[in-house]
Nanobody, 121 residues
Framework: QVQLVESGGGLVQAGGSLRLSCAAS????????MGWYRQAPGKQREVVAT???????NYADSVKARFTISRANAKNTVYLQMNSLKPEDTAVYYC???????????????WGQGTQVTVSS
């Protein structure tokens, strides 16, 4: 079993900042990539940012220069620093980990339960 536990969501005014954290635990052999996704009401889930084990990052165009993803490999933890938040950033944010649970096994995706981020205007 693999668990991803997110924290750090909440309510913030436009222009403010929040930092999300996600810690993975359980039967983990090695983590390939981790990332953050979000889903706003009535919309599909979309990728926000991803980071590989080597530190390579990718961002959605809508968050570039405002959000920063980082990772503490030793702690199996990923962070998302969100600055200059806008009302359109309001969504449930989900943590994702793409990992192996055993040597030679398949890569699988695991998801956190989600954390609400609400940005007021």
């Amino acid at each position: 079993q693999v668990q991803l536990v997110e924290s750090g969501g909440g309510l913030v005014q436009a222009g403010g900042s929040l930092r999300l954290s996600c810690a993975a635990s359980g039967s983990i052999f090695s983590i390939n990539a981790m990332g953050w996704y979000r889903q706003a009401p009535g919309k599909q889930r979309e990728v926000v940012a991803t980071i590989t084990s080597g530190g390579s990052t990718n961002y959605a165009d809508s968050v570039k220069a405002r959000f920063t993803i980082s990772r503490a490999n030793a702690k199996n933890t990923v962070y998302l620093q969100m600055n200059s938040l806008k009302p359109e950033d309001t969504a449930v944010y989900y943590c994702n980990a793409n990992l192996w649970t055993r040597l030679g096994g398949p890569l699988n995706d695991y998801w956190g339960q989600g954390t609400q981020v609400t940005v007021s205007s």
